[in-house]
Nanobody
Framework: QVQLVESGGGLVQAGGSLRLSCAASGRTFSSSAMGWFRQAPGKEREFVAAINWNGGITYYTDSVKGRSTISRDNAKNTVYLQMNILKPEDTAVYYC?????????????????WGQGTQVTVSS
């Protein structure tokens, strides 16, 4: 079992930055691929970024590429999402997710564990 707790969301003006954190419990964190997803009101949950088990491979959706960085610290059982140059369209609830496997996937169905989410609101 893996439990995930996100933090770091909030209200920020367009052009600003936020760093989301996801603290994981469970012995399998260091072998798990991790992902960030987001869900805006009235929309489906969508992939944002993912990182493989050792941090050597990352992948981003096009809309955040170049503005966001996903990273992990296996010693702290934590994964991060640094988001810069935020836009109003980035407004959503952001969810951290973990896979039992170590390779990146971009669809929700490949992630077995989910956090409760953290709200990110970007004002124009």
């Amino acid at each position: 079992q893996v439990q995930l707790v996100e933090s770091g969301g909030g209200l920020v003006q367009a052009g600003g930055s936020l760093r989301l954190s996801c603290a994981a419990s469970g012995r399998t964190f260091s072998s798990s691929a991790m992902g960030w997803f987001r869900q805006a009101p009235g929309k489906e949950r969508e992939f944002v970024a993912a990182i493989n088990w050792n941090g050597g491979i990352t992948y981003y959706t096009d809309s955040v590429k170049g503005r966001s960085t996903i990273s992990r610290d296996n010693a702290k059982n934590t994964v991060y999402l640094q988001m810069n140059i935020l836009k109003p369209e980035d407004t959503a609830v952001y969810y951290c997710a973990a896979r039992q496997a170590g390779m990146i996937r971009t669809t929700t169905t490949h992630y077995e564990y989910w956090g409760q989410g953290t709200q990110v609101t970007v004002s124009s």
